[in-house]
């Protein structure tokens, strides 16, 4: 499986972005997907998941109220919509995806596979 992420770039604090990572491969074998975020001299952090069958989603609560996960089965693309966003949101946005049923979905090690990553910068 292969992740293509896209739709980073530069935006005022208050503005929006939508990221999207497209999947490749055997993306018949996948469960779920999420996007995580690593800024500057900072850990990597989850920021939301959803999976691929029923559509079950959940949010880190900084993301909570201003960022959607959504997913297109059909071109099998998940999206981030980040709307209000604030210069702390700046980071790498990566997307992942799993294989099975994991418990932990906020845990990066319970993804099978990466995308290469896409910078987003908000400035205030």
């Known amino acids: 499986v292969q992740l293509q992420a896209s739709g980073g770039g530069l935006v005022q604090a208050g503005g929006s972005l939508r990221l999207s990572c497209a999947a490749s491969?055997?993306?018949?074998?996948?469960?779920?997907m999420a996007w995580f975020r690593q800024a500057p001299g900072k850990e990597r952090e989850f920021v939301a998941r959803i999976t691929w069958g029923v559509g079950i989603t959940d949010y880190a609560d900084s993301a909570k109220g201003r960022f959607t996960i959504s997913r297109d089965n059909a071109q099998a693309t998940v999206f981030l919509q980040m709307n209000n966003l604030k210069p702390e949101d700046t980071a790498v946005y990566y997307c992942?995806?799993?294989?099975?049923?994991?418990?932990?979905?906020?845990?990066?090690?319970?993804?099978?596979?990466w995308g290469q990553g896409t910078q987003v910068t908000v400035s205030s």
């Open positions: 491969g055997r993306i018949v074998s996948l469960y779920g």
């Open positions: 992942a995806a799993s294989r099975n049923y994991r418990g932990s979905y906020y845990l990066g090690n319970s993804y099978d596979y």
